[in-house]
T-cell receptor, first 111, second 113 residues
Framework: EPEVTQTPSHQVTQMGQEVILRCVPI?????FYWYRQILGQKVEFLVS????????KSEIFDDQFSVERPDGSNFTLKIRSTKLEDSAMYFC?????????FGQGTRLTVV | QKEVEQNSGPLSVPEGAIASLNCTYS??????FFWYRQYSGKSPELIMS????GDKEDGRFTAQLNKASQYVSLLIRDSQPSDSATYLC?????????????FGRGTQLTVWP
């Protein structure tokens, strides 16, 4: 069964450093998303991406964040100058027109 | 502000019972409704989607939607200990593409043997 895969599963980084989270969406999906979930809180939308451009972003997705589809399979989230409050689970998702499927997540810990 | 509200629980039911999970949403323009299951430390797993008023059944799961009341529910029949998880309600404006999902905080379900 096709699935969304994310790497790494866990990343520890020092405050102020840049991190890149990677995702391989389901191959025939055209819409890609990043969500995050701070421990004990709800899943929050960050950004959606279609046709090589951002289609929607939330108020969380400020200049610190960027997304890219560097090739035909990968979808990345870059977080510049990480802060302690960026510590969370980051989920990549992809969809056709109707339903979104989530990857297993990357746990980001900023120390 | 588009809100999705769920009873946080925890909801505890015995094995074999029916578990009932509820969700309300504030945006009347919402068209697509989803239930995800999330085990502790894991990612959301899609279990049901519903788009029209009424009931939709899939195995032991039944989703119910009432757009007039802005209410969506999930019934789990013959609950099993493996159903113990947090159930997330997610809502979307729909249209030609899926777009952004708005999640509730989730209801924690425990099924005891």
């Amino acid at each position: 069964e096709p699935e969304v895969t994310q790497t790494p599963s866990h990343q520890v980084t020092q405050m102020g450093q840049e991190v890149i989270l990677r995702c391989v969406p389901i191959s025939n999906h055209l819409y890609f998303y990043w969500y995050r979930q701070i421990l004990g809180q709800k899943v929050e939308f960050l950004v959606s991406f279609y046709n090589n451009e951002i289609s929607e972003k939330s108020e969380i997705f400020d200049d610190q964040f960027s997304v890219e589809r560097p090739d035909g399979s990968n979808f990345t989230l870059k977080i510049r100058s990480t802060k302690l409050e960026d510590s969370a689970m980051y989920f990549c998702a992809s969809s056709g027109r109707a339903e979104a499927f989530f990857g297993q997540g990357t746990r980001l810990t900023v120390v | 502000q588009k809100e999705v509200e769920q009873n946080s629980g925890p909801l505890s039911v015995p094995e074999g019972a029916i578990a009932s999970l509820n969700c309300t949403y504030s945006d009347r323009g919402s068209q697509s409704f989803f239930w995800y299951r999330q085990y502790s430390g894991k990612s959301p797993e899609l279990i049901m989607s519903i788009y029209s008023n009424g009931d939709k059944e899939d195995g032991r799961f039944t989703a119910q939607l009432n757009k007039a009341s802005q209410y969506v529910s999930l019934l789990i029949r013959d609950s099993q200990p493996s159903d113990s998880a947090t159930y997330l309600c997610a809502v979307n404006r729909g249209g030609s593409t899926l777009g952004r999902l708005y999640f509730g905080r989730g209801t924690q379900l425990t099924v005891w043997p």
